[in-house]
């Protein structure tokens, strides 16, 4: 399973603010990687440049899961080095030769060219969209997986997670 960060597990949740890590993710992001063979699929880099030439190129996925407390999320993450001049974006990468054949894509809206790539491969079934702004986006993008996968609540609990760790009302009171 290949995930975005940007506008997928942090996003703008309230108009007008700034951008968030979504509710829950974290605990969410554990269970999945516990129940799918996960793989950061980002424009992040994996791990800080050894002279970042801004603050900005000091961020990396290593980084932000430390300073989440996700550190244990990347030890069972992936990372997918994908060619970013490839005109088919990320699609390239989940297309591409020897990858994986049963695999599943949670991202924010993609490209029209990444979106033509799976059609034409036969492959847009696998592309999960992430509404981008909100609360829920990456929630209920994880929820259609496990609808599209087969999973249920006691596959949740088969891995020691809690099937209210996926309900959006439970969140939402908590």
Known sequence: ???????????????????????????????LGRMYDCCWLTTWPYTEPKHPRSRE????VVTLMRCLYGTRVNDTFRYAEWDRDHPDGKAAFVLREGAPPDWYWIENPIFKEEEAALAA???????????PQGPWGFLDAVNELFRRTGKSATDVKRVNGRPEWFDRATIGIG
Request: with cysteine.
């Open 1 to 31: 399973m290949y995930i975005d960060i940007d506008d997928t597990i942090i996003a703008q949740i309230l108009p007008g603010s700034g951008f968030d890590l979504r509710p829950c993710v974290l605990t969410q992001l554990a269970v």
């Open 121 to 131: 491969a036969g492959k847009l079934d696998r592309y999960i969209p992430v509404e």
């Open 57 to 60: 190129a000091r961020m990396s």
